[in-house]
T-cell receptor
Framework: KAGVTQTPRYLIKTRGQQVTLSCSPI?????VSWYQQTPGQGLQFLFE???????NKGNFPGRFSGRQFSNSRSEMNVSTLELGDSALYLC????????????FGPGTRLTVL | AQKVTQAQTEISVVEKEDVTLDCVYE???????LFWYKQPPSGELVFLIR????DEQNEISGRYSWNFQKSTSSFNFTITASQVVDSAVYFC???????????WGLGTSLAVNP
């Protein structure tokens, strides 16, 4: 069974630009969560989508948004990039129940210059 | 408030030593789930174990074991006879409340030296 895939793996942008990251969950999984990982803040929850609906949202500004398609693939978008947005963005998929373990993709390393 | 504390930032051991990684959590919910994940240098988080709040049984999986104690709000992870391949950052995480987000500790970086 294929794992969670994320594209692109690496991205370099400049301040003010916007970026879109993509995540394909494990086949059959309907829940996709996004996390931001930085050395200073660790792993922080961004949002979770289930059946195309956002179910949970973390404490991030409105510049961070996401969506989920009918095939469960998800995208997250960051507009008006800031230097502090440089991070590893991780996507995780699961069946959707809170007890389920989440399976993570390799992440997208975003660098904002 | 929900919180996970991994007090050990870095641990360095010599191969074959036993090592315990500490995890202390905070939550007022009676139903919650605890997880451990491993993040090797490649960066991909690997699921290790899940434990729910109603199951305090300790668990052993090969060289890995977990000690869950509700009385001290701890969920510690022990690696017996450590190996170089165990070198990674280990994260403890909590799911509590009626949502599905994970609250993470800051991780413990384990270096196992030959």
């Amino acid at each position: 069974k294929a794992g969670v895939t994320q594209t692109p793996r690496y991205l370099i942008k400049t301040r003010g630009q916007q970026v879109t990251l993509s995540c394909s969950p494990i086949s059959g999984h309907r829940s996709v969560s996004w996390y931001q990982q930085t050395p200073g803040q660790g792993l922080q929850f961004l949002f979770e989508y289930f059946s195309e609906t956002q179910r949970n949202k973390g404490n991030f500004p409105g510049r961070f948004s996401g969506r989920q398609f009918s095939n469960s693939r998800s995208e997250m978008n960051v507009s008006t990039l800031e230097l502090g947005d440089s991070a590893l963005y991780l996507c995780a998929s699961s069946w959707g129940d809170r007890a389920n373990e989440q399976f993570f993709g390799p992440g997208t390393r975003l660098t904002v210059l | 408030a929900q919180k996970v504390t991994q007090a050990q930032t870095e641990i360095s051991v010599v191969e074959k030593e036993d090592v315990t990684l500490d995890c202390v959590y905070e939550t007022r919910d009676t139903t919650y789930y605890l997880f451990w994940y491993k993040q090797p240098p490649s960066g991909e988080l690997v699921f290790l174990i899940r434990r729910n709040s109603f199951d305090e049984q300790n668990e052993i999986s090969g060289r890995y074991s977990w000690n869950f104690q509700k009385s001290t709000s701890s969920f510690n992870f022990t690696i017996t006879a450590s190996q170089v391949v165990d070198s990674a950052v280990y994260f403890c995480a909590l799911n509590a409340g009626n949502n599905r987000k994970l609250i993470w500790g800051l991780g413990t970086s384990l270096a196992v030296n030959p």
